[in-house]
């Protein structure tokens, strides 16, 4: 494969950011956009990349598309800071041929999830588009999920290497749960929703949790990983029930849109 950028747009980082920026040190270009840190991230992010910005928090989806839009080449590989980049996805990534690479705008890749540093079986495969042509890719508009999609549908290829996802993070318990995080993102998708004309009704809060609970713990066998998967299983039921709940309450009325722009 010829010349490839990675972006990575983060905030707060430093305990995963310097294992993210090793990761991908094979790559021809590093460009970290900074969202407004308090902690060590800027010297760390100064240490490894080629291009350091500081940049005002534009959204999960915008803030990916400026970070694109600073990089030399052609493709990109966009990272967060909490992730890194498997040396089986970065040697296979780099065996990428001239054909490969034309006849297709966005390469897919699994991501492996950790939370309070266990990898979550239940979560995977977690595919993410991830290697990208800047030119060739749309981006979904979405309030979370930042998908990169291609032209065509058949312009799309699946990769067998991974990402890891907070594998390195100290954050221990809220990892599992930030409360205040968690209520900012889950009003970004109710409001995503309620724009949508989504509602909520009886059904939404009774049945859909337990459906979650369902899928996590035992269709993706959460069951297997003990009393932690029991609680990736909860987490998920939890996850639903409020973000129906916060729809309902706009619906009624009793809840204004999500604001904050820290929220990442």
Same mark, same amino acid.
């Given at each position: 494969?010829?010349?490839?950028? #990675?972006?990575?747009?983060?905030?707060?980082?430093?305990?995963?950011?310097?294992?993210?920026?090793?990761?991908?040190?094979?790559?021809?270009?590093?460009?970290? #956009?900074? @969202? $407004?840190? *308090?902690?060590?991230? &800027?010297?760390?992010?100064?240490?490894?990349?080629?291009?350091?910005?500081?940049?005002?928090?534009?959204?999960?989806?915008? /803030?990916?598309?400026?970070?694109? @839009?600073?990089?030399?080449?052609?493709?990109?590989?966009?990272?967060? $800071?909490?992730?890194?980049?498997?040396?089986?996805?970065?040697?296979?990534? *780099?065996?990428?041929?001239?054909?490969?690479?034309?006849?297709?705008?966005?390469?897919?890749?699994?991501?492996?999830? !950790? =939370?309070?540093?266990? !990898?979550?079986?239940?979560?995977?495969?977690?595919? /993410? *588009?991830?290697?990208?042509?800047?030119?060739?890719?749309?981006?979904?508009?979405? &309030?979370?999920?930042?998908?990169?999609?291609?032209?065509?549908? *058949?312009? #799309?290829?699946?990769?067998?290497?991974?990402?890891?996802?907070?594998?390195?993070? =100290?954050?221990?318990?809220?990892? !599992?749960?930030?409360?205040?995080?968690?209520? &900012?993102?889950?009003?970004?998708?109710?409001? =995503?929703?309620?724009?949508?004309?989504?509602?909520?009704?009886?059904?939404?809060?009774?049945?859909?949790?337990?459906?979650?609970?369902?899928?996590?713990?035992? %269709?993706?066998?959460?069951?297997?990983?003990?009393?932690?998967?029991?609680?990736?299983?909860?987490?998920?039921?939890?996850?639903? /029930? %409020?973000?129906?709940? &916060?729809?309902?309450?706009?619906?009624?009325?009793? %809840?204004?849109?999500?604001?904050?722009?820290? #929220?990442?």
């Amino acid at each position: 494969m010829g010349n490839v950028s #990675v972006v990575i747009c983060c905030a707060n980082v430093a305990d995963t950011l310097e294992a993210a920026c090793r990761s991908v040190s094979w790559a021809d270009e590093l460009v970290v #956009v900074d @969202s $407004g840190s *308090s902690d060590a991230t &800027a010297d760390i992010a100064r240490r490894f990349a080629t291009r350091y910005v500081l940049e005002p928090w534009r959204g999960y989806t915008e /803030q990916k598309r400026f970070g694109t @839009s600073l990089c030399r080449h052609e493709w990109i590989l966009v990272l967060d $800071g909490d992730e890194e980049c498997s040396p089986e996805l970065a040697r296979e990534i *780099s065996r990428l041929t001239a054909e490969s690479l034309e006849a297709h705008d966005v390469f897919l890749m699994r991501r492996r999830n !950790y =939370q309070m540093g266990r !990898y979550v079986r239940a979560w995977s495969p977690d595919w /993410q *588009s991830r290697l990208i042509h800047r030119e060739r890719c749309r981006w979904a508009d979405e &309030a979370l999920d930042d998908r990169r999609l291609p032209s065509h549908p *058949s312009r #799309v290829a699946r990769l067998r290497g991974w990402l890891a996802h907070k594998r390195c993070s =100290q954050a221990g318990f809220a990892d !599992y749960f930030d409360g205040k995080l968690a209520d &900012a993102r889950l009003r970004l998708i109710a409001e =995503q929703m309620y724009a949508r004309g989504r509602g909520c009704g009886w059904l939404d809060l009774l049945v859909r949790p337990a459906l979650a609970f369902v899928k996590f713990y035992f %269709l993706k066998f959460g069951f297997l990983d003990g009393l932690f998967g029991l609680l990736i299983a909860q987490k998920a039921a939890m996850a639903v /029930q %409020l973000k129906y709940a &916060a729809l309902w309450a706009m619906q009624k009325g009793r %809840l204004k849109p999500a604001d904050d722009p820290t #929220v990442r």
